[in-house]
């Protein structure tokens, strides 16, 4: 069975950066340990498996970083859209890209997991999440790729 996904016109105001960085999600009084896939620095994409409405405004807490209020744009299954409330500094933004500059192997795993998890999760879903699903395997798959890549690229030096 083939399904078609209807094209979907891109609504973020910024291009979002595979990025693996451990959070906690907070809200209210319920915290959670959290994965960052990816973020700009408008919002981020997260894989935690707390259930929460959208709409619903809660904390994104980074090691190192002030604590970011935002709200949730969408979840589905175990991940969640995130809109930051205050967007990030560029800067600050810019030094976790380059923290992060090139991922390990075990990062690299993790982000084809994810791919194939969201994958097989859209080919289950019902209508109004297969585009999610399958936009988060997608971009999970193509970061993979370009980051296994730069891992295998020889250092100069």
């Keep these: 069975m083939t399904v078609t996904v209807p ?18 999600f907070r809200d209210g009084n319920r915290k959670a340990p959290a994965r960052v896939i990816d973020m700009s620095t408008h919002g981020c994409r997260i894989a935690c498996s707390t259930v929460v409405a959208d709409d619903h405004m809660v904390w994104l807490v980074f090691e190192g970083l002030e604590s970011q209020r935002a709200r949730v744009a969408w979840h589905c299954e175990e991940f969640i859209g995130l809109e930051f409330e205050t967007p ?52 999970c798959a193509e970061n993979a790729v370009v980051e296994g890549m730069r891992l295998s690229k020889p250092k100069k030096g």
Excluded at 7 to 16: G, I, L, S, T
Excluded at 103 to 131: F, G, M, N, V, Y
């Design 88 to 139: 990030l500094n560029e800067a600050v933004f810019e030094r976790l890209v380059a923290q992060q500059r090139q991922l390990p192997e075990k990062e690299i795993k993790e982000l084809r997991s994810i791919a194939s998890r969201t994958h097989w999760l859209a080919r289950q879903a019902a209508d109004d999440d297969i585009a999610i699903l399958a936009d988060i395997s997608r971009q």
């Design 7 to 24: 094209f979907q016109p891109e609504r973020r105001r910024a291009d979002r950066t595979a990025l693996h960085l451990n959070a906690t």
